[in-house]
């Protein structure tokens, strides 16, 4: 194995990344080598790109960043018992400590002292990256690469549909970037009834058709509660999945789910937002569901079940696998709006091993 | 049966209410006509007599008021079944409209058509009052008349108690009026493992020692969260009752549950609130459950095996019984803070029936 | 209104049915009169039309039989408020007292006291029907009235499915009759990441894998444990539906589900069985569920819910429609195994409405 | 550290165990060696000193016998994070694999691949244990030693307890050795309303009423279930812990539950079971849950909790503290029932560390 490997690192606080060479993560007795292969490029990875308020709050630089990969092993440590060199893996990027109330009561994605990697320690955007034991997803033969690269945020869109539980009910979704819309084949294989999108964006909801939603609004329309009221017997939906962290989104998401339904909130409000707790939730018997991260593994699990049952279909949302070398392009793409998911290849480029 | 009854009424738009003879009311084919004997004056009842902004919204006078009450069975429509002439009774206030989903799936509590006697229809503060026989409530020879009278507040603290769940678990309660005390040892009873009560009156923290509450905090201390959390393994607490209604509150008692952890939201802030969804709740992965009313009946049932097993004793909030022609001294001992529960009595003051 | 009607009734202890003039059922002030249109044959009928010794057991003739149907309403008692004369409606054939513990906390399917029609009282197979205001399923426009006619078998098809959660689940049923066919395509629709079916008939198993089952085996296949494994895993199915009755069946099934997975009970043992409780259930950590009838109206809202999506296609089971005077051919049929389900016609052939 | 230990030892397969010296365990990077103090002697341990059949079909011997302990940290291995030389530790004696689905999604007390100390490899009842860090549990200093030595067993009443859900509900305890005497105090702090016992032992049922039991029943007393039903408004108990594995128990059990009631199944029959399926569980919409182990490590958490709010008090079940020198007699007073809990001290009577 190279002493040296090249990763996309933020250098110094300031926008973009550069290619650098820097040297191969070690590891510990309970540590695995991953040799990576595909990574995509989440909104997380945008706002460390640009540089923005929230990223200069959280993240220490030099630092190599992403989080959603896949790979093979490379190598393992002296404890390691259930993987072997060669197998191909993805992982969970949450590093949870395992041994604190919620990590030791199968609420590991909650740990209160959880590192995110590419975020809060060395990330994914590299040749090669350590990971805890622990955090390693075996891939099924069956799962394709580019799928197996984004089980990440897939799984974000999976967990909120499982949290909210969709089996025969309606369901609106406030939000269709990429989570969003990977949502909609993923509430659709979960068993939802009806399914609907509603974004700011007229290209999103195109799209969010293609994937299967029953219908799409544009947030702006007008009477919009009574349209989906309109569309389920008069009470309103049964779920809302929230993923566009926007408050007005939020009060129009909760306006909409009927009295005693369920609203999972994944989406991240950049500040404070003033809500009207009486009307929206409380009167309403709403039943409200913070949701962060997967859970591990649960959603890995389903993730996969979905995948293999080949009931969801995610080419549309993958709009381009590009070398990593490009990868000023990928965030000039995704900055545009040109692109949904960009997957990088850190093999097919690589000479290095 | 006398065609006029006592009864304290809201004759038009002013604070205050009038003693005033008024008809007996009518009933149809699925009514009861219940004789009520003992009635509790509520918030809401307070809301009203003051004629503050809410009422002025919300009621419109004339209108009989007060919605807490127990009674005998006075008459029964023609196609009554289920309850007799004569028998000891409560009702629940929530008149549903019983055809709805919400209706028709056990969620009756949640109907949008929902009509509140007292509120938005003639209420309990007189001599008879008609509901209809799905609201009536067969009282248990066990449950005394006190208790029966104020089984509708009780069933709001039992409700929120059991929709949060507190089975071997660390609760929180912010804000201890007469339902946040209330919940004290029904959360005790129903399983908690350790009870905290904040609210911002020292006398009502210690009414709430008195009534099982591990520890009481005035809402002004400095460093609550830690406090709490130091209580609790450094976790924080595995549930908060919130039943203030103020934004504050609110904020704190957020913080204090655990990640991964449940809050149930009774107390209704009168405005929006502004919040920090992504910290307190998201982030967090909370459950957060808007409450309100009480189900029906799994409340009453589960209100009526906590009296009878003996293990709620709220003898020390049932502060007052008078006479209901007091009515004006209970509102004024009400508002000086001078009483918890007071219970208005409807039988022993009258010579009419 | 005509004084008689037609009607199919068990006239006395001995196999079959007679044709027969029988006066219209009367209502109370909160009953309503159906004009039956359609009515499926269950097996439940085929017992009491063969006089086996279930149905010598529990059948007091002379019975009005029949309890799947859909029609308009004809009549409304005086206290009837959410149905009109003229509305096209099925109904729940399970007549709770509405006065329990059980009925009283949503849960009125399991009511101690329940008389089922053309079981307990009189039935469906009839030009009209009276039932409860209560029991009134108000049909949704898009509901054709042959599905209509067999709300009460999809519904138990609907209520298992749903009791065991099966989204992004894996499962087995055990027994593909009527309603083991009905619950392929539900559990398909409500997101069942794959279906098997196990039965001793071979066409039944092909009419499985027409209606989605992922795949099918006979319940005599050697090695079906192990097949089972294999294809989840080596871990098993997450749950077993299981619809047979069968002693057999019942044990193999439970074999197949994973550990800490589901077992939903709905197919009746005609007798005790041996059950190595500790080995299937005990050791595994299972959650077995029984399950009864359907869940008023939770389950009905479900199963229109699914056929508005247009994801369930029930062509394939409902073999036949016959006017109701060809009531001994059915049963015939049904008892050669010729048909699945035989929808009679009491509109059509009849002149006397 | 000594490099041989004193152990009780089956040797081969006949009746008894014999004190040996034996190697202290050897550790490998993920464990942890326990110096054992307290240990308590289990039913399982019993079975395996008697040599009986299922002894002889589950055991391999040689084995050091014995699973529920307490001890302080010896030695740890080179990846061990959590847990240092010196602390206080009891541990979960169910080793699971870690690596499979069940163990992946919190279920691990059910992994398929489980071994058990004490029983599939060498258990507690020496001076050293080796355990892997994932198993040990870091006592509070609140807990008894006593207490800590007995997690194990009081970790299942705890577990059948919290997941058969007993809040505010009427529960029957079929079966009172010493986990459903220790189920007792456990349901009350839990929350449950009503507590009844039933077992075929008087002197049980005695300390069952010491212990906290509303009633206690022998269960041979005739018109049983009519006695239950007439302590629950006619209804049954809400929940049902069968602790007794006995078949005639479990029949007594289930028909004493109501309809849509939920029975915890721990007891384990020696041998199938003739069950009648339809009457017990399916008409009656049962739910009825497999038990097995503890829930690692909720119900650790849970138990902890319980016994340091004070609710419970197991100073009447545990008879004995013996030195396990003294092991032949503490197994004498267990066969004669003459014991509830023995626990042996490996600490006082040892002067080898």
Same mark, same amino acid.
């Given at each position: 194995m190279a002493a040296a490997m090249k990763a996309l690192v933020k250098p110094a606080g300031e926008p973009g990344f550069v290619l650098a060479d820097v040297p191969i993560p070690a590891i510990g007795p309970t540590d695995v080598l991953i040799r990576v292969e595909k990574a995509g490029i989440c909104g997380t990875d945008q706002h460390i790109y640009a540089w923005d308020n929230w990223a200069q709050a959280r993240v220490k630089p030099p630092l190599i960043v992403g989080h959603e990969f896949m790979g093979r092993v490379a190598a393992v440590g002296d404890a390691v018992r259930s993987v072997k060199v060669g197998e191909r893996v993805s992982a969970e990027g949450h590093i949870a400590d395992l041994t604190c109330l919620l990590c030791r009561t199968g609420q590991a994605h909650l740990c209160e002292r959880v590192e995110i990697i590419g975020v809060d320690r060395d990330g994914a955007f590299a040749e090669y990256i350590a990971v805890p034991e622990y955090n390693?997803?075996?891939?099924?033969?069956?799962?394709?690469?580019?799928?197996?690269?984004?089980?990440?945020?897939?799984?974000?869109?999976?967990?909120?549909?499982?949290?909210?539980?969709? !089996? =025969?009910?309606?369901?609106?979704?406030?939000?269709?970037? !990429? =989570?969003?819309?990977?949502? =909609?084949?993923?509430?659709?294989?979960?068993?939802?009834?009806?399914?609907?999108?509603?974004?700011?964006?007229?290209?999103?909801l195109a799209l969010a058709t293609h994937l299967g939603a029953d219908a799409t609004f544009l947030a702006t329309q007008s009477g919009l509660v009574d349209e989906i009221k309109a569309r389920t017997n008069g009470d309103g939906v049964d779920v809302l999945l929230e993923m566009s962290g926007s408050a007005a989104a939020i009060d129009l998401g909760l306006q909409m789910v009927r009295n005693g339904g369920t609203a999972a909130l994944l989406g991240i409000p950049g500040d404070s937002i003033n809500l009207n707790l009486a009307e929206r939730i409380i009167f309403k018997g709403l039943t409200v569901l913070g949701i962060n991260g997967r859970r591990m593994f649960e959603t890995w699990y389903q993730t996969q079940a979905l995948v293999k049952s080949g009931r969801i279909d995610l080419s549309s949302i993958i709009t381009h696998v590009l070398p990593y070398t490009q990868f000023d392009r990928a965030f000039e793409l995704m900055r545009k709006g040109e692109a949904a998911k960009i997957v990088l290849d850190f093999k097919g480029e690589s000479g290095s091993s």
């Open positions: 390693v997803w075996r891939l099924d033969p069956a799962i394709p690469d580019e799928y197996a690269a984004i089980f990440d945020p897939l799984g974000n869109a999976v967990h909120t549909v499982m949290a909210a539980g969709v !089996s =025969i009910k309606s369901v609106v979704i406030t939000g269709v970037g !990429s =989570i969003g819309l990977m949502a =909609i084949p993923v509430a659709r294989a979960a068993g939802a009834a009806s399914v609907y999108a509603i974004d700011v964006n007229p290209a999103k």
